[in-house]
């Protein structure tokens, strides 16, 4: 393990008084002796003094004056200023309250203003002007403005050439992965593992008793695939290794699980039909037999009839009841990934770029417009459409999808959500992310776009991530982890230190890995490829006490009983209505109805019969599905069991921390869900002391062992300093993020700047920045 | 509708339920018996088709008594149940006739307050729905027929009594009034002054019951600037009224001017009074056409107006119509942000919590005390005070100070509830119904929305004030003004609904209420954050229902049970224990000081 980095000074503890400092503008001096906090292997490459920080959009009042640095991994603002007006923030060890990471970059604009200028900075690129001012617009849809009026102006230059240049590498290899593990090899070159944080991620999380740390499966070993073909109880089912070294395809992983009554060679002879060799890959098993599977697209025109049945056959024969397949073409069905960009894009620019009030009017329009929750919803309801087959047909169900590796990540994993309770633990969740994207080949360095070449940037894993959020907005009890490590778990695609979230494949990693070590002087020993750290691994960012935010005090786990009236149960959803799982019905279906007003169609008698006709074979597997949600919406939900989403307009709802975390405007100071998850936990907190306490009690009464009472799994403790008084003064819509000093939106002269990156504009500059190269 | 050929078994509504029986149907119509209130009685029942938007034609049989509709499947395959106050029926339709083709196209047609519809099918022979359309219409609409609304019949006894819930002298003394600046009057008691207003105002101390009187001249109906809040600290004031009548020529009056300055001098420190008129400023100089006005600059030196931009009652009436149009019997799907665009409701929403926060923040910050007013001071005028008075006061967000709240600022105030709702009266297309009082629960919803944890009260119970608006079954919302109440004896000769929810309080309890003190609320009227209220507007529709009960509200209530079970079983094992080794006895609530302390 490595050291992490100190607190930085200015931080301070919520549990402690603010300190009161008065040091402000005047101290100046101080500023020299700023020194960035950096991460083995990372270098300062430029840095500018006396640079503004701006904070609010109409005031310089608030403004913080540093020392703004550019490294080979992140933009560092170090200041000695207090941040205003704010009361908590929660922080990653790895990053400064003020740095972006350079992964995070979206785009650099250089401004002056004196010579009304602007320029959007690409890499290499010449700036003909000085700028009085760089605004960075991020990722996660920070943005962060810097102004440069008492700087050197030609430092303040080379300092915004170099962000521009660092943020946009060109080669892989440049990603600073590559040079903070080649550092930790050195470093540790006695060492016989190289880093050990690799081996991934304990589900360090949990601090406390409770929750175990359970290791998150990577699914880059034989034993990963067969524990979980032994979990869900698959038969008929087995690991393949004929991929091992990478030696048929260079985007599959090395193991994989195939029908049993497929042999080796003939998986390798038909590897040749599918594109990128991506043979069926088994993803899943109900405990009723049917098994989820994706695939690509057969290739071989001669040849697809012939390998599909063969394919088709074996998934049947692994069917103890020797079920049908279904198969699902996915390209058909949803949205393709340059539409889900444009969606995100314009999302983007109405949740933070366009100003506030100029948008209030037609929000919900505009929002609608943006698409974005209609593919959220689109991608629901297909997912729903699969569990049916799974879950009431005994159907296996094929996801076909030209690789396979996009849409396809994303309908296996909700299904497997849905369906399965252990993916909505967070080891669940996080062998999910494992298995159905990082090693089913997900391109997480094109999709995140990485390298900068926009045109295969698409935010999939968001839209998963999102649509996630909108089954546990709706079962808030079935999940064991919290909006917030969603949201946390999205900002660290965006941190370029993680091998998790850095490759388009497993074999990705160990070629361009290998590559650099060799050209470092690495040795990698047995090793396939360098050990990049796991995102899984927590406790590199978060402390273990700020790791607990991620726990939701709403989950009812199975350990976990319930008492009501005196007796306990185990919890239950209660009675739910029906929701219009079935708005969204393929058309056959709704010109299926007589009439589509508000008169159903007549009958024969005002009795209707349950039993769908059985002469009207079109409808009647329409029908079938919506009996099968009606029936499901109409019973209690076992939050242990299946959860299907409501997917009305009115469900379908835009995630607020994500988006609007920056936005101050949209803050609702104690306000927000956030103040009912903090009486939870404080309530949680008690009975799980209580729960250890009555355990010890019972055990060993004499020798109580307090010790142990100072675990939680909670955030917010119920001995801790808010116990007695309400709702904590730092909680807002935004906690644990805050909008201070990250979203300035420029009030610009002239073109407003939101106009001047507005919609696909920012795809079309950049690419044309990129042709300067 | 995706699925109007198929039927629901299990939909679950406020006043509708289905359930799965397992007794044989065919004894049920027997052995059951209609709901009946003390003082409610049968009427006629009769066997119909309800025409169920969501579950398509259902045979059952209609009961009318005096208070209800109560419908009750005859089908052995759904236990479908219609239990609808005769209150809430804005119009009975006749659709289709004698010799009208088709099935079920002879019947009834209601339209109900409550944004649902009603149908019924009848047999064509014989005029049957002649008998019941006279009854419905006679019941539905008492007022009509010379008859008592169902409040004057209710014999119904709770253990509390309502009426006694609002007492101004206690409310004002709550506030720190009368003080060396305020004083009670009694100058309307027998409501001479403004039969509109409450007996009991708060005015300056300095302004005369003779001043009160030229002040009244001067404004529309009578209704001139009184108290309704003071704040504990600065002593700055929320005040309401109507519109001066400056007309066409631009009227003045000394003793107007006069007496805003009193209040304005209330507080020293303070040189100009803040006048917020709610309507647009169009709206405002429109109104001077017909005696109106506003404040002018020239005449009120030492006040400063702004227009709050809220419209009147016609456009938010059409605004709601709309919302009807969208949600119901079908929800609009395809393009749902949109469509609820198009309604303008949240937008109205926006516009009457901005303007409250405006007020509120006025106040808080000690800038300057405010005067309220719209044209008459009794439908956008009490939404702003009212809704400030919740921001700014911690108490009215209690039951109890809700329900003072709503007592005083909409009820003794005057709010014509009985033209707004059109209690028992047949003119479902008047044009002075508006839902104003509506209106401002969903800002009160929106509000909770946004601080989870600051109310003591939960959604059931904005819905329950919502549906006894209509119901007739309470007097609490009946006539438009105190005069009138006391006429009719209402307090006497009717039961308050605030027995009823006082008497079962819990069930109209948020768990997650945190008492807290003099924290002023300031919710966001975003449109980013505002919702429309899916639980009441679309409560009828059995797909777009949410949890009931909230699975949130209901998790803390399982985690207190768990607790309590759980310090239950470790005092006993303690003490089981202590008297084993015979060691003094340790109480859970000694080793863990904070679990008595903070529930």
Redesign the interface.
């Known amino acids: 393990m490595f050291s992490l980095k100190p607190p930085r000074p200015s931080f301070r503890s919520y549990l402690l008084p603010p300190a009161q400092t008065d040091d402000n503008i005047n101290s100046q001096p101080k500023i020299k002796k700023l020194e960035p906090v950096l991460l083995p292997g990372e270098i300062v490459v430029n840095e500018v003094n006396f640079v503004r920080k701006c904070i609010a959009t109409d005031t310089s009042q608030y403004d913080l004056w540093g020392k703004l640095i550019c490294s080979n991994f992140k933009i560092s603002f170090i200041t000695d200023d207090p941040m205003p007006l704010q009361k908590f923030h929660y922080r990653n060890l790895l990053l400064g309250e003020h740095d972006v990471p350079l992964t995070c970059v979206e785009q650099i604009v250089t401004v002056n203003d004196h010579k009304r200028k602007q320029k959007v900075l690409g890499p290499n690129q010449k700036l003909k002007f000085n700028p009085t001012e760089l605004i960075i617009y991020c990722k996660d849809f920070r943005i962060v403005r810097f102004r440069f009026d008492e700087s050197g102006p030609e430092s303040a230059k080379k300092v915004c050439l170099a962000i521009a240049h660092y943020s946009q590498p060109t080669d892989l290899q440049l990603l600073f992965a590559f040079e903070y593990v080649g550092k930790k090899y050195h470093n540790s070159a006695n060492k016989i593992n190289g880093v050990s944080s690799e081996g991934g991620g304990r589900g360090g999380i949990g601090a406390g008793s409770g929750t175990t740390s359970q290791k998150t499966p990577l699914f880059e070993t034989y034993s990963d695939w067969d524990r979980e073909i032994k979990r869900t109880g698959a038969s008929g089912w087995r690991v393949c290794s004929i991929n091992e070294g990478y030696m048929i395809s260079t985007c599959l992983p090395e193991y994989f699980v195939v029908p049993s009554s497929l042999a080796d060679q003939d998986l390798k002879s038909f590897s040749h039909s599918f594109v990128g060799r991506r043979m069926p890959l088994w993803c899943w098993n109900h405990s009723n037999g049917s098994a989820l599977v994706r695939m690509a697209l057969i290739k071989d025109v001669l040849q697809q009839r012939r390998i599909d049945q063969r394919i088709c056959n074996a998934i049947t024969k692994s069917h103890p009841q020797r079920n049908d397949v279904y198969k699902l073409d996915l390209e058909k069905t949803l949205p393709n990934i340059q539409e889900i960009q444009a969606a995100f894009v314009k999302l983007k620019q109405l949740c933070v770029n366009e100003p506030f009030e100029e948008t209030e009017e037609k929000w919900l329009s505009s929002l609608e417009n943006t698409r974005w929750l209609e593919y959220v919803r689109a991608f629901l309801k297909h997912s729903a459409e699969v569990v049916y087959m799974l879950e009431s047909k005994h159907l296996s169900v094929v996801l076909q999808e030209e690789e396979g590796r996009d849409l396809s990540c994303l309908v296996a994993s909700l299904v497997q959500v849905m369906l399965d309770a252990y993916f909505r633990t967070i080891t669940g969740f996080q062998s999910l992310i494992q298995k159905e994207w990082v090693m089913a080949g997900y391109q997480f360095l094109d999709r995140c776009n990485h390298l900068k070449k926009s045109e295969k940037e698409s935010p999939l894993f968001l839209l998963f991530l999102d649509a996630t959020w909108q089954l546990l907005e709706q079962y808030p009890a079935a999940f064991e982890f919290s909006e917030t490590y969603l949201t946390v778990l999205y900002d660290s695609t965006r941190i370029s230190l993680f091998g998790t979230f850095l490759f388009n494949s497993p074999h990705q990693r160990v070629k361009q890995s290998t590559e650099f070590a060799i050209s470092k002087n690495i040795q990698l020993g047995d090793e396939k490829g360098l050990k990049f750290p796991s995102v899984w691994d927590w406790s590199l960012q978060f402390t273990a006490k700020d790791r607990t935010l991620f726990h939701n005090p709403f989950y009812v786990g199975k350990s976990m009983p319930c008492v009501q009236n005196g007796s306990v149960k185990s919890f239950k959803r209660t009675k739910k209505s029906y929701s219009s799982t079935l708005r969204g019905m393929p058309s056959s279906l709704k010109n299926g109805v007589i009439g589509d007003q508000e008169l159903p169609p007549r009958r024969n008698s005002p009795i209707l019969k349950h039993k769908p006709d059985p002469l009207q074979h079109t409808d009647s597997h329409n029908s079938d599905m919506e009996q099968y949600f009606r029936e499901w919406f109409s019973k209690p939900a076992d939050l242990h069991g299946v959860i299907l989403p409501c997917l009305s307009g009115a469900h379908i709802k835009l995630w607020k921390l994500c988006y609007f975390r920056w936005v101050p405007e949209a803050q609702i100071h104690l306000g927000g869900s956030i103040t009912a998850f903090h009486k939870l936990s404080l309530l949680v907190d008690e009975v799980d002391t209580l729960s250890r306490m009555l355990r010890q009690q019972r055990s060993s009464p004499l020798e109580a062992c307090y010790a142990e009472l100072d675990q939680s799994r909670m955030y917010f403790r119920a001995q801790g300093p808010h116990s007695t008084s309400g709702t904590p003064e730092f909680l807002s819509s935004s906690f644990p993020f805050s909008p201070v000093g990250n979203l300035c939106r420029r009030s610009i002269l002239g073109t407003p700047l939101s106009k001047f990156l507005s919609g696909a504009k920012i795809w079309i500059s950049t690419e044309t920045l990129a042709n300067e190269d | 509708?995706?699925?109007?050929?198929?039927?629901?078994?299990?939909?679950?509504l406020e006043n509708e339920s289905i359930k799965r029986t397992s007794r044989d149907g065919l004894n049920r119509d027997l052995s059951e018996t209609v709901p009946r209130l003390p003082g409610e009685t049968l009427i006629t029942d009769k066997e119909v088709?309800y025409?169920c938007?969501f579950n398509?034609?259902?045979?059952g049989r209609v009961y009318i008594t005096n208070y209800r509709l109560y419908l009750r499947s005859l089908?052995t395959?759904s236990a479908l149940i219609l239990d609808v106050p005769l209150g809430v029926i804005s119009r009975i339709e006749k659709m289709g006739g004698a010799t009208s083709r088709?099935?079920?196209s002879y019947g009834l047609d209601i339209t109900c307050k409550d944004m649902r519809n009603l149908r019924f099918a009848l047999k064509q022979e014989g005029h049957s729905r002649r008998d019941m359309f006279e009854t419905l219409t006679r019941h539905a609409f008492p007022l009509a027929h010379s008859l008592p609304l169902f409040a004057f019949l209710n014999e119904e006894k709770f253990h509390v009594d309502g009426w006694t819930v609002y007492n101004p002298v206690e409310e004002y003394r709550r506030q720190g009034l009368p003080n060396h600046h305020w004083r009670i009057t009694f100058i309307n008691k027998c409501y001479e002054l403004c039969d509109t207003y409450p007996a009991l105002l708060v005015v300056p101390y300095r302004a005369s019951d003779e001043d009160l009187r030229r002040v009244a001249i001067f404004r529309s109906r009578n209704r001139i600037p009184v108290l309704s809040w003071i704040h504990p600290e600065n002593k700055t004031v929320i005040m309401r009224c109507s519109q001066p009548l400056v007309g066409m020529s631009g009227k003045r009056n000394k003793d107007d001017e006069k007496y805003l300055d009193l209040i304005r001098e209330t507080n020293r420190q303070i040189s100009k009074l803040t006048i917020y008129d709610a309507r647009p400023s169009v709206n405002a100089v429109a109104n001077k056409a017909t005696g109106g006005g506003y404040e002018s600059d020239d005449a009120y030196h030492n006040a400063e107006l702004s227009f709050l931009d809220i419209h009147n009652i016609h456009v938010m009436r059409e605004s709601l119509k709309k919302v009807k149009d969208i949600v119901y019997?079908?929800?609009?799907?395809s393009?749902?942000?949109?469509s609820?665009?198009s309604t303008h409701w949240?937008?109205h929403i926006?516009l009457v919590l901005t303007g409250a926060i405006q007020v509120a923040d006025k106040v808080s910050s000690g800038k300057s005390s405010v005067l309220v007013h719209c044209s008459d001071g009794w439908d956008r005028t009490a939404q702003l005070t009212s809704l400030a008075m919740l921001m700014l006061d911690s108490f009215y967000r209690s039951i109890e100070g809700f329900e003072i709240l709503v007592q005083k600022e909409w009820i003794s105030f005057g709010h014509k509830f009985g033209s707004r709702i059109g209690h028992g009266d047949k003119n479902h297309a008047d044009a002075d119904r508006s839902p104003i009082f509506l209106q401002f629960i969903d800002c009160v919803w929106q509000m909770s929305k946004?601080?989870?944890?600051?109310f003591e009260f939960n959604e059931r119970f904005l819905i329950a004030i919502l549906d006894h608006l209509y119901s007739c079954r309470f007097g609490t919302f009946l006539f438009n003004c105190e005069s009138a109440r006391e006429r009719q004896k209402v307090p006497e000769r009717t039961v308050s609904l605030w027995s009823m929810i006082n008497s079962n309080k819990d069930k109209f309890k948020n768990p997650?209420y945190?008492?807290?003190i003099n924290?002023v609320?300031?919710?966001?009227a975003?449109?980013?954050?505002l919702e429309?209220w899916?639980n009441y507007y679309?409560r009828w529709n059995?797909?777009?229902?949410?949890?009931?009960?909230n699975?949130?509200e209901?998790?803390?209530m399982?985690?207190?049970?768990?607790?309590?079970?759980?310090?239950k079983?470790?005092e006993e094992?303690?003490l089981a224990?202590s008297a084993k080794?015979s060691d003094p006895p340790t109480s859970?609530s000694q080793?863990?000081p904070?679990?008595q302390?903070?529930f």
Do not use: C
């Open positions: 509708m995706a699925s109007a050929s198929t039927k629901y078994n299990s939909h679950s088709i025409i938007p398509g034609p259902i045979k089908e395959d088709g099935e079920n019997p079908n929800v609009e799907e393009h749902w942000l949109s609820l665009e949240l937008e926006k946004q601080f989870p944890t600051a997650f945190t008492k807290e924290r609320l300031y919710p966001v975003s449109m980013r954050h429309l899916v679309i059995p797909r777009i229902k949410q949890q009931q009960p699975p949130v209901q998790r803390y399982e985690l207190l049970a768990l607790r309590d079970d759980y310090i079983r470790l094992l303690q224990n080794l859970p080793m863990m904070h679990v302390t903070h």
